[in-house]
């Protein structure tokens, strides 16, 4: 597919811009030390998820702190592949924190579409049904659109640029969950895109060209075989 790779895609939103040089991510790091690094490709999955439950709490009050910002994506994505449940809540509170905040900057920007993405992982290995439904919820353009004034987007300046971009996060993050149910929640809106009269089609569909040429229909065309991809073999094996 040319237009979508999950894994450069992923990679790419979970950087952070500052940090002292490149770390191979050991477990045995302290969790701040760990977050706080520069990954070229991307938080380790395998390094990320040797952490427990017992460093949450840490994490957690950092996405409070402000002077963490830069950091902020990092730690969602590493909470995701933590995967502890307990993480849930706060991260959905997080972004809809950000999403209050009318044109967030740089690092909020990367920080809030990491989180939406990032819920994919905790699903993989939690199961959580709340994010699940937020992640299906999210993937409908009209949950931005209801809930964001028109220049607050990821990257986006109208209100159906903000439809595709967060969606497109969405779609990520049920890919990486590897979950049955996002899988048909993916299918359906495959099936949505493919129905002119449908009324999630005409917004999603029609944004994408005249921006980018990114294509939503090939997107969650993408993300439904790395569902399957992952499903059957697991993210540590999809990451390897």
């Known amino acids: 597919m040319r237009n979508l790779n999950l894994k450069i ?25 760990f ?17 427990d439950a017992s460093v949450v709490p840490t994490l957690l009050k950092m996405l409070q702190e402000p002077k963490e910002q830069d950091h902020w994506s990092n730690i969602v994505v590493t909470l995701g592949m933590i995967g502890d449940e307990s993480a849930v809540e706060p991260m959905i509170a997080f972004v809809e924190r950000l999403k209050e905040k009318g044109t967030p900057n740089r690092s909020q920007r990367r920080a809030k579409t990491a989180a939406v993405m990032s819920l994919g992982y905790l699903i993989n290995k939690s199961g959580s049904q ?28 109208t209100t159906a640029e903000q439809d595709e971009d967060l969606g497109k996060y969405a779609a990520m993050g049920l890919a990486l969950s590897g979950s049955r149910k996002a899988a048909e929640a993916l299918k359906a809106t495959q099936e949505s895109l493919e129905s002119s009269d ?43």
């Open 130 to 157: 709340r994010a699940l439904d937020y992640l299906t919820t999210t993937l409908k353009p009209q949950a931005w659109t209801d809930s964001l004034p028109a220049a607050a987007g990821p990257f986006a300046a």
């Open 198 to 240: 449908h009324p999630m089609a005409l917004p999603m569909a029609t944004v994408s060209a005249p921006r980018s040429g990114f294509d939503v229909s090939e997107m969650v065309e993408e993300a439904l075989r790395a569902n399957q991809e992952i499903a059957d073999k697991g993210l540590a094996e999809y990451y390897r």
């Open 35 to 51: 977050v706080r690094q520069f990954y070229i490709h991307g938080v380790p999955y395998a390094e990320a998820s040797k952490y």
């Open 9 to 33: 895609l992923t990679a790419l939103i979970s950087l952070t811009w500052a940090g002292s040089g490149v770390s191979q991510g050991q477990g045995s790091m302290d969790i701040k030390e």
